[in-house]
Nanobody, 132 residues
């Protein structure tokens, strides 16, 4: 089993920054992909970013490219989402998620890590509100 605890959300003005954290415990995360998804009121879940624990490959959703950065601290077993130049449309509950990359072939990797249904473990969510 894997446990995820995400934190770091809050209220920030447009143009501001926040850093979300996702602490991972339980099974070794070495062969995992870690993702961030978000859900705004009345909307479906949206892929934000993903990072492959082994190797550090990153992928981003189009709305956040150039503004958000996903990273991991192997020693702390923690994944971060640095969010800069925040906009009101970034307001949502943000969820950390994890899935194994064992058996995932390169040609299907992006489709796998950008799909909410492909993740097995989820954090409880943290609210991000961007408003003046």
């Amino acid at each position: 089993q894997v446990q995820l605890v995400d934190s770091g959300g809050g209220l920030v003005q447009p143009g501001g920054s926040l850093r979300l954290s996702c602490a991972v415990s339980g099974r070794s995360s070495r062969n995992f992909a870690m993702g961030w998804f978000r859900q705004a009121p009345g909307n479906d879940y949206e892929f934000v970013a993903a990072i492959r624990w082994n190797g550090g490959r990153t992928d981003y959703g189009d709305p956040v490219k150039g503004r958000f950065t996903i990273s991991r601290d192997i020693a702390k077993n923690t994944v971060y989402l640095q969010m800069n130049s925040l906009k009101p449309e970034d307001t949502a509950v943000y969820y950390c998620a994890a899935r194994s990359t064992e058996g995932v072939i390169l040609s299907t990797y992006v489709a796998t890590v950008t799909s909410r249904s492909r993740y097995d473990y989820w954090g409880q969510g943290t609210q991000v509100t961007v408003s003046s």
